[in-house]
């Protein structure tokens, strides 16, 4: 099934006024976002990594990086507790 173009389609404008006035780059809203499942994720499992990197289908030490990349370790078990 083929979409029409021009429903798929929109001006710059629009996607500002969907986003908010401040528009982020697309590295920003994928790295809020990351910090955001990994954070989770660790609440969720008592900030056990080793089954947080499993129900995020990634490896632990991939994990790891991320938690340092974001400087969750310590909000992570902050929130655990």
Do not use: C
């Not at 404008?13 to 780059?25: I, P, W, Y």
Request: a positive charge; aromatic letters at 2%.
């Amino acid at each position: 099934m083929r979409r029409d173009p021009r429903q798929i389609l929109h001006t710059r404008t629009d996607v500002e006024e969907d986003l908010g006035s401040t528009m982020k780059s697309l590295r920003e809203l994928k790295r809020e976002y990351e910090r955001q499942v990994v954070s989770l994720t660790l609440v969720q499992n008592g900030g056990n990594q080793r089954r947080s990197a499993a129900s995020l289908g990634m490896s632990q030490r991939g994990l790891q990086k991320a938690i340092a990349r974001h400087s969750l370790l310590a909000t992570a078990a902050s929130r655990a507790s």
